[in-house]
């Protein structure tokens, strides 16, 4: 990429897409193309055809999806397959049509199977059961990464996978519905800190274990790849580390400064017991995370709830 290549972000609002934006102009890149949902439906073919036939970018990176958390998966099924099937479908189609240099599709952790074992290796896509609680978005991203992978294997395109684990950062979804459980956790503390309540109630088990990157680790290690990786293996994106959600209520609770008690829903889901990433393969391409978990929080909790 030169910093006048013409680059497109799909889903640049979103927290991944706005993530990329930031680190692709403080790089320096000039030439950067968005739309808003409402300016160009991803979902809608047509539109997506006339997009790429009037702009003709020359990377693109596809950040643009329908998510959420665990409850919003699980209620809105239909949509997270359906959607997340057509705009991928459109945009690394029209990549291909338009002769885009090189694609990068963001999957997701959650596409591997519910007891893989663990660090999950790259080469354990596939080989078992999904979590049922967001088996739709899974399968949807799963193709998306057959798609990637099969375009390079017909057409000789260069388009990259990356398998992010669980993200946090700027632009997330804080609504409790459909927020994953860091943010939620986050607005639930906080909101019983300063409204001076007893409890705080907080999902499932607490026992599942959950790895958690911040937004602007991945975007950079998305930049490290679209500059130097090639390939069909959807690489793994995470830290190394995971926590329980017991620990992660924990420390929360720390950095809000809450001095109530936790109160645990065993109603809700736990979803998928554990997904840590082995990350050895993008270790050995040269890129490690720098942001660690608690200082992450801190600066997420003083951004969002202090300024
Ligand atoms: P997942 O990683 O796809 O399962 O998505 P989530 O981030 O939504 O949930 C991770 C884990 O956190 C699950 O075991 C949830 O039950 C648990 N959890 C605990 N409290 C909350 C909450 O308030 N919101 C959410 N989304 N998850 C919670």
Redesign the pocket.
């Known amino acids: 990429m030169q910093k006048d290549s013409k680059i497109y972000i799909a889903g640049h609002l979103g927290m991944v897409g706005s993530a990329i934006m930031r680190k692709l102009k403080n790089e320096g890149f000039i030439n950067l193309i968005h739309k808003s949902s409402e300016e160009l439906d991803l979902t809608n073919q047509q539109q997506v055809i006339s997009f790429f036939k009037n702009e003709k970018p020359e990377f693109v990176f596809l950040a643009a999806a329908k998510v ?4 919003a ?1 699980n209620t809105y099924r239909a949509q997270f397959l359906y959607e997340n099937l057509m705009i991928q479908s459109n945009v690394i189609h029209q990549s291909y049509v338009h002769n885009v240099k090189k694609l990068l599709f963001l999957a997701s952790s ?1 596409i591997y199977p519910k007891f893989a074992e663990q660090p999950i290796k790259e080469s354990d896509l596939l080989t078992g059961l999904l ?1 049922y ?2 088996e739709p978005y899974a399968i949807a991203k799963i193709a998306g990464v057959k798609l990637c992978e099969n375009y390079n294997k017909q057409y000789g395109s260069n388009f990259i996978s990356v398998m992010p684990t ?1 993200l946090y950062g700027s632009n997330d979804t804080y609504d ?1 519905n459909n ?4 943010p ?2 986050l607005q ?1 503390f906080h909101h019983a800190k300063i409204n001076n309540l007893k409890n705080v ?6 026992t ?1 274990k ?1 790895e958690f990157l911040h937004v602007n680790d991945l975007a950079d290690a998305c930049y490290f790849l679209m500059q130097n990786y090639k390939g069909n293996i959807a690489l793994n994106i995470g830290t190394g580390n995971d926590i329980s ?1 017991k620990e ?2 924990m420390l929360i609770k720390d950095i809000v400064g809450f001095q109530g008690s936790i109160y645990w ?1 065993n109603e ?5 017991p554990r ?1 840590l990433l082995d990350v050895s393969l993008i270790h050995n391409l040269g890129w490690k995370h720098r942001i660690e978990l608690v200082d992450g929080i801190k600066e997420v909790y003083l951004k969002k709830f202090m300024s």
């Not at 959420?68 to 409850?71: L, N």
């Not at 927020?179 to 860091?182: D, F, I, R």
Request: net charge positive; aromatic share 2%.
């Open positions: 959420g958390g665990i409850q998966n959650c979590e609680t967001n669980n409790l927020a994953h459980v860091l939620a956790l639930k109630e907080v999902w499932g088990s607490g599942p959950r959600i992660l209520a829903n809700k889901p736990d979803g998928t997904k």
